[in-house]
T-cell receptor, first 114, second 114 residues
Framework: GEDVEQSLFLSVREGDSSVINCTYTDSSSTYLYWYKQEPGAGLQLLTYIFSNMDMKQDQRLTVLLNKKDKHLSLRIADTQTGDSAIYFCAESTPFKTGANNLFFGTGTRLTVIP | NAGVTQTPKFRVLKTGQSMTLLCAQDMNHEYMYWYRQDPGMGLRLIHYSVGEGTTAKGEVPDGYNVSRLKKQNFLLGLESAAPSQTSVYFC?????????????FGPGTRLTVL
């Protein structure tokens, strides 16, 4: 399978910015996603970026994609305690049937310190 | 809409027992997926389906079977459970194409095999 790597832990103070990084190996990825998982819950899509884009901004979230280095980052501005969760990076390549083959990173546990 | 629901939420099995996990979605999605999530690893695709009556293998299909008899339901079966199948199982569904190809996830089933 493809390799998607993330650091395991990140701690930030409330009000600061958080930056979560991800590297991937599949250059044919079509979409790259950021999912959030709160304790005991399923994954919730936060944002995504199409592979031909460099940047996407969505309120407090900024996604940067460096396709040459296969590096993806998620910046959360003005981080709040409610942002504490595990964040998963995932890359997507389509199956021939059209379904989406998602490869996930290990997840980064973000802890926001009040 | 309930979105994606999974039954049961928790289950403890003994080695060699069998069970079926049920996933249901009410969004009229064509594609459905089963993943497992293990500590320190990202989600890995077990099986998926591109429509009623179809199934296909994902990255880690061994020891599992699936069925999609109705469009809204996707069943994951363990015929003879093993301790290595202790994991959290997530079901997801998505539209066939267009937009972000977002996968919508259920809340998960935590399975322990003793």
């Amino acid at each position: 399978g493809e390799d998607v790597e993330q650091s395991l832990f990140l701690s930030v103070r409330e009000g600061d910015s958080s930056v979560i990084n991800c590297t991937y190996t599949d250059s044919s990825s079509t979409y790259l996603y950021w999912y959030k998982q709160e304790p005991g819950a399923g994954l919730q899509l936060l944002t995504y970026i199409f592979s031909n884009m460099d940047m996407k901004q969505d309120q407090r979230l900024t996604v940067l994609l460096n396709k040459k280095d296969k590096h993806l980052s998620l910046r959360i501005a003005d981080t709040q305690t409610g942002d504490s969760a595990i964040y998963f990076c995932a890359e997507s390549t389509p199956f021939k049937t059209g379904a989406n083959n998602l490869f996930f990173g290990t997840g980064t546990r973000l802890t926001v310190i009040p | 809409n309930a979105g994606v629901t999974q039954t049961p939420k928790f289950r403890v099995l003994k080695t060699g027992q069998s069970m079926t996990l049920l996933c249901a979605q009410d969004m009229n999605h064509e594609y459905m997926y089963w993943y497992r999530q293990d500590p320190g690893m990202g989600l890995r695709l077990i099986h998926y389906s591109v429509g009623e009556g179809t199934t296909a293998k994902g990255e880690v299909p061994d020891g599992y079977n699936v069925s999609r008899l109705k469009k809204q339901n996707f069943l994951l079966g363990l015929e003879s459970a093993a301790p290595s199948q202790t994991s959290v199982y997530f079901c997801a569904s998505s539209y066939p194409a267009g937009g972000s190809n977002e996968q919508f996830f259920g809340p998960g089933t935590r399975l322990t095999v003793l």
